[in-house]
T-cell receptor, first 117, second 111 residues
Framework: DTAVSQTPKYLVTQMGNDKSIKCEQN?????MYWYKQDSKKFLKIMFS???????INETVPNRFSPKSPDKAHLNLHINSLELGDSAVYFC????????????????FGPGTRLTVL | KNEVEQSPQNLTAQEGEFITINCSYS?????LHWLQQHPGGGIVSLFM???GKKKHGRLIATINIQEKHSSLHITASHPRDSAVYIC?????????????FGKGTHLIIQP
């Protein structure tokens, strides 16, 4: 069973389109994250959700809107896609239920490679 | 917010060599993470440690909390160890903060 799954794995689209990436975890974790990995392979956090509530929105353009319908899902919707949005987006989860930050192992999804033409 | 520095950025070694990757961070933390990104792109957590040393197979991770420094060692390196190794630390002291990452070390082990 896949612990953290993302769909789609690849997404190629035109500038200006709206697209969504879905993420699901079956680990029973409280916290889910979206990370962006740029062309230089540098990972940076975008959002963190704990029990369906937004905890972090790390200076991400408001064209990016995360949605957490329940604890096991955190989807990422992107409006008006731009060339600079091309990257690999990773979803992750951890059992971070208000304890010391970063003391729980993070489990990553396989990533979604977004290419904006 | 924490800043994480890793070195070296690139490392090429021969099979069997002992490998060391270094990581330093700026803010006191509760735990430090080492991740491995395979050539295919997937990311897995190797270690999470808050003190001392942890060992898993040929991989050893150490941390010195006072010096804000951690190392990842690979003994008897093998071509299958070729990957990007990433050090990560909690962003701040709050819960559910997510991680801030080093730029990664691209390791190539040649047969």
């Amino acid at each position: 069973d896949t612990a953290v799954s993302q769909t789609p794995k690849y997404l190629v689209t035109q500038m200006g389109n709206d697209k969504s990436i879905k993420c699901e975890q079956n680990l029973g974790h409280d916290t889910m994250y979206w990370y962006k990995q740029d062309s230089k392979k540098f990972l940076k956090i975008m959002f963190s959700y704990n029990n369906k509530e937004l905890i972090i929105n790390e200076t991400v353009p408001n064209r990016f809107s995360p949605k957490s319908p329940d604890k096991a899902h955190l989807n990422l919707h992107i409006n008006s896609l731009e060339l600079g949005d091309s990257a690999v987006y990773f979803c992750a989860s951890s059992q971070e239920s208000g304890g010391l930050a970063g003391t729980d192992t993070q489990y990553f999804g396989p990533g979604t490679r977004l290419t904006v033409l | 917010k924490n800043e994480v520095e890793q070195s070296p950025q690139n490392l090429t070694a021969q099979e069997g060599e002992f490998i060391t990757i270094n990581c330093s961070y700026s803010v006191g933390i509760s735990a430090l993470h080492w991740l491995q990104q395979h050539p295919g792109g997937g990311i897995v957590s190797l270690f999470m440690l808050s003190s001392g040393k942890k060992k898993h197979g040929r991989l050893i991770a150490t941390i010195n909390i006072q010096e804000k420094h951690s190392s990842l060692h690979i003994t008897a390196s093998h071509p299958r160890d070729s990957a990007v190794y990433i050090c990560a630390a909690p962003r701040t002291g709050g819960g559910a903060d997510g991680l801030t990452f080093g730029k990664g070390t691209h390791l190539i082990i040649q047969p």
